[in-house]
């Protein structure tokens, strides 16, 4: 339900049937795996093997799974949301889910491409409030669409906890 300030008039918005919006959900799917695309910026001189590292960083793979199941389900939450009035009526949501997303994809360039931890570090923070922020209006809109950002925002919680230690062991 979306109240129209304007009025006195109430909108009950049904979302858009689920056959009609196949494409946007593979468009939202593109645009949250395209964050991992900074990844070409990045080089793979050696740097973070040579870092020192604290005993529960865990192997990459670890990395590249966790990745690739909170990509679909950012996809998802934010293709849920959109069924529920698209940019018209979820602006404020979808945007705060597209400035998150810009921060999560300025991080791997920051941290593995330009080497500058200590300032991955304070993007990472700034990206963990973000994310909580779009987490709680996701939640507003439809609670499925907040859950399925809560494994993100624990990922992200560990992400900044390691990023921030491997800055500090390596200062």
Known sequence: MIYNSRSTTTLYLMPKPVASSV??????LVFCFAAAGTAVLVSTDGWYAALQKPPWNPPAWVFALAWTLLYATM???????????????????????????LLNALWTPLFFGF???????????L???ALAVTVILFWR????????????LAWVTFAAALNIEIWRLNR
Do not use: D, N, S
């Open 23 to 28: 494409r946007p959900l593979v468009a939202w």
């Open 141 to 152: 809109v439809r609670k499925e669409a907040g859950v399925l950002l809560l494994p993100y």
């Open 115 to 125: 080497h500058l931890a200590g300032a991955a570090a304070a993007e990472i923070v």
């Open 127 to 129: 990206l963990w409030v």
């Open 75 to 101: 996809a998802v939450a934010a293709w849920l949301v959109w069924r529920r009035g698209g940019w018209h009526f979820q602006r404020t949501a979808l945007g705060m889910f597209v400035f998150q997303w």
